[in-house]
């Protein structure tokens, strides 16, 4: 799956055309729902690992893991979008994905895919009430006729009450 990926990722990075602005993203479903984020942030997609479990964390975040030598904390994107919690399986994976100095785990139900998606395909994230909108989506994709959530991976980390409690 990584291989396909990877070869679609470079196959498409040549070709398209100029007038249209396009930015590759890799897709993953989380509780069968298919969000999405820039494959620019991610560094790789691993199966699960031994987690170490560390106490007085947010409860999203479920413990470190120890990749090739560098400690990765990992945060379960089910809990921090209030989903149900649910068994990991052979289809949980961790994105790790960089945003500045800080790299981070995020665990998800399935990957999906790495694909274009221009700007002529992304919706405004509608707003939940005056002045207020749901601080992980950017914009929303319509890709093979499927809404496709566009996530900030900076708003996901931060953790502000606010954007923590907001319904998905």
Request: glycine share 4%.
């Amino acid at each position: 799956m990584e291989n396909t990926a990877e070869k679609n990722f470079s196959e498409n990075n040549n070709k398209g055309n100029e007038n249209i602005s396009k930015e590759k993203y890799l897709t993953f479903f989380i509780d069968e729902q298919l969000f999405a984020i820039p494959s620019s942030q991610v560094v790789e997609i691993i199966r699960m690992q031994p987690i170490t479990y560390i106490p007085k964390l947010p409860p999203f975040v479920i413990g470190v893991i120890n990749l090739r030598g560098k400690i990765v904390p990992l945060v379960d994107l089910r809990l921090k979008f209030n989903k149900e919690p649910r068994e990991y399986d052979d289809y949980t994976s961790i994105i790790v994905v960089e945003t500045g100095d800080l790299s981070v785990g995020f665990i998800v139900d399935r990957v999906n895919d790495v694909t274009d998606v221009s700007k002529n395909q992304i919706s405004d994230s509608p707003k939940l009430a005056k002045d207020t909108t749901n601080g992980f989506i950017v914009g929303i994709a319509t890709l093979l006729g499927e809404a496709v959530m566009l996530l900030d991976t900076v708003k996901i980390l931060s953790d502000d009450d606010e954007t923590s409690n907001q319904v998905m």
